[in-house]
């Protein structure tokens, strides 16, 4: 069965750093888009970032673009989010995501193009 597992969240003051991680398992998984959306309390799931493995480009909401940074490893089914200048409004239960569809007709900012969820992990700043 395809999972996905994120680690690496955890509580960090303003302005520092943190590294989310996300590794897919199963035997039949593959995919051609992952991100990470996320959610703090009282509000909707949100886009942060994704990847896309054909071309390698990546994609940002407009409060992390230029602070944090999407990578990953396509043959690995891995990807990484590197949180820097972190900020309190950063706070959230950050999830990866990842589809299956070569050619979906979902925006890559969208929750509905995406066919695999990770549980989460806690992003906590303070300030």
């Known amino acids: 069965q395809e999972q996905l597992i994120e680690s690496g969240g955890g509580l960090v003051q303003a302005g520092g750093s943190l590294r989310l991680s996300c590794a897919a398992s199963?035997?039949?998984?593959?995919?051609?888009?992952m991100a990470w959306f996320r959610q703090a309390p009282g509000k909707e799931r949100e886009f942060v970032a994704a990847i896309r493995w054909s071309s390698g480009i990546t994609y940002y909401s407009d409060s992390v673009r230029g602070r944090f940074t999407i990578s990953g490893d396509n043959a690995a089914n891995t990807v990484l989010l590197q949180m820097n200048s972190a900020k309190p409004e950063d706070t959230a239960v950050y999830y990866c995501?990842?589809?299956?569809?070569?050619?979906?007709?979902?925006?890559?900012?969208?929750?509905?193009?995406?066919?695999?969820w990770g549980q989460g992990t806690q992003v906590t700043v303070s300030s």
């Open positions: 199963g035997r039949t998984f593959s995919s051609y888009t």
């Open positions: 995501a990842a589809d299956r569809d070569r050619f979906p007709r979902e925006s890559i900012l969208s929750i509905a193009r995406y066919d695999y």
